[in-house]
């Protein structure tokens, strides 16, 4: 899907626009999807989207093993907050700089009327945020870097 970010009488909107079915193509606003239908003078415009390539199978060893690459811990290593439904950011807790441990609230994410605690998974530093108070997000953008 292809992203974009629109601001309309002051609100801020992300657009996801999908696959071409026909007449219509999948769209998520603020993450809620809609099939929305073509015009007329739009449909000659837009190409069909073709059916994604299946993964090749995976590689495997001389015993026919599966090679399976398993994760490596480094403690040097940055790693993203990320918005775990979509929503509003409505507070930071930390800035950039401020150490933090696995599992601490960094920022308030408001989402269906509610207030929901955004937390970390690893401790560190907080090096970057990318996002600011008010910015809508969808489920599983990064809000910040902590490393």
């Known amino acids: ?3 974009y970010k629109y601001k309309i009488n002051g609100m ?3 657009v996801a626009v999908g696959d071409v079915d026909g007449d219509f193509v999948r ?15 739009q449909k ?8 994604p390539k299946r993964p090749a199978a995976a590689p495997r060893t001389s015993t026919g093993e599966k090679i399976i690459a398993k994760p490596t811990a480094s403690s040097g290593s940055a790693s993203a907050v ?18 933090v441990n696995a599992g601490d609230t960094v920022c308030i994410l408001e989402a269906m009327k509610m207030e ?6 690893n401790g560190g530093t907080v090096k970057q945020i990318l996002v600011n108070v008010g910015d809508s997000v969808l489920e599983g953008n990064d809000l910040m870097i902590i490393e």
């Open 82 to 99: 990320k918005s775990p439904l979509p929503g509003t950011i409505m507070s930071f807790n930390v800035k950039v700089g401020d150490t």
């Open 1 to 3: 899907m292809k992203e």
């Open 116 to 121: 929901n605690d955004v937390h970390t998974t």
């Open 27 to 41: 769209v998520e606003v603020n993450g809620t999807p809609y099939k929305v239908e073509l015009d007329d003078s």
């Open 12 to 14: 801020k909107f992300n």
């Open 44 to 51: 000659s415009k837009i190409a069909p989207v073709a059916a």
